[in-house]
């Protein structure tokens, strides 16, 4: 075997592991985002590996063209659906919180009825400044 061969062979066998740890994450991790952040930052890594391993063994202009195709896509769409993916349950969770609280009095809110019962500060998504 050529160092060209060797050098592919550890590429595509190292991405293929990143790929399957991505996919053991989102059956291990226990919350969205993290199964969100499994999804995506080692199966898009372990598909640039894959990509870079076989790119070295190709030799047509077309073929490393399609190659550099799909890793430009992955790039381009994982990050977006991710984004995506955190801001709906961002607001998914801020409804439901909102929603519970509405009505309910805590002595330790120190608010009445409709009021949120949040930390209050601009980061808060249920707060009225902030969101």
Request: aromatic content about 0%; charged content about 15%; overall charge positive.
């Amino acid at each position: 075997m050529t160092p060209i061969e060797v050098a592919s062979a550890v590429l595509v066998v190292a991405g293929a592991a990143l790929a399957a740890v991505a996919g053991l994450g989102l059956l291990r991790f226990p919350d969205v985002l993290s199964r969100m952040h499994a999804a995506t930052k080692p199966a898009t890594l372990g598909l640039i590996l894959v990509a870079a391993g076989t790119g070295l063994r190709l030799t047509t202009t077309g073929d490393l063209a399609t190659l550099g195709l799909i890793v430009v896509l992955q790039l381009l769409t994982a990050p977006v659906g991710a984004h995506l993916v955190g801001r709906a349950v961002r607001r998914g969770a801020a409804a439901a919180r909102s929603l519970d609280d509405v009505g309910s009095v805590a002595p330790e809110a120190g608010g009445g009825p409709g009021e949120p019962r949040g930390r209050g500060g601009p980061g808060d998504p249920v707060s009225p400044a902030g969101g």
